[in-house]
């Protein structure tokens, strides 16, 4: 079973969710068969942050001193589901998601739901550095999305 480790360093986040906890569990329980690791325990661990703390993250890993919307990284760079597995972290900004500040919420948690899954995808060795990868990814962000939003909206 797949499960996500909720925390968060900005309260802006709980202006737009009111329990971030349900809504990623959610979103996890929603995913495709072959994303739930069904006889198996897959965790992650999601820091819902704010540009400020991101921007120092992505100096500190990236050594790109910006913010940024999201940032994943993976406990391992080859990754085998095994019994137990942890996957790693990922970190999404709230200010880049909240834009336009007059967006609806329906409009915010779909762009949540997608960010997520962006960064779950990392987790599991998606990347889109080159063009074919980045095709492959969206392919399968899509996939992600469509499926998680049927189940849940």
Known sequence: MISVNVFS???AWSK???NKNIFFKKICKAF???YKF???NV???????????IKKLNKVFRKKNKSTDI???PFDKKIKISKNTYLGDVIISYNYLDKPRSQELKLFKEKVIKIFIHGFL?????????????SKMLK??????KHVKSKIN
Do not use: A, I, V
């Open 140 to 145: 399968e962000e899509n996939f992600l999305f």
């Open 9 to 11: 360093e900005e309260k």
């Open 32 to 34: 495709p068969k072959k």
């Open 122 to 134: 990392h987790l599991l060795g998606f990347d889109h550095k080159k063009n074919r990868d980045y």
């Open 71 to 73: 940032l994943s990284f």
């Open 38 to 40: 069904l006889n198996k």
């Open 43 to 53: 965790t992650f661990t999601l820091l819902l942050s704010n540009n400020k703390n």
């Open 16 to 18: 737009r969710l009111k």
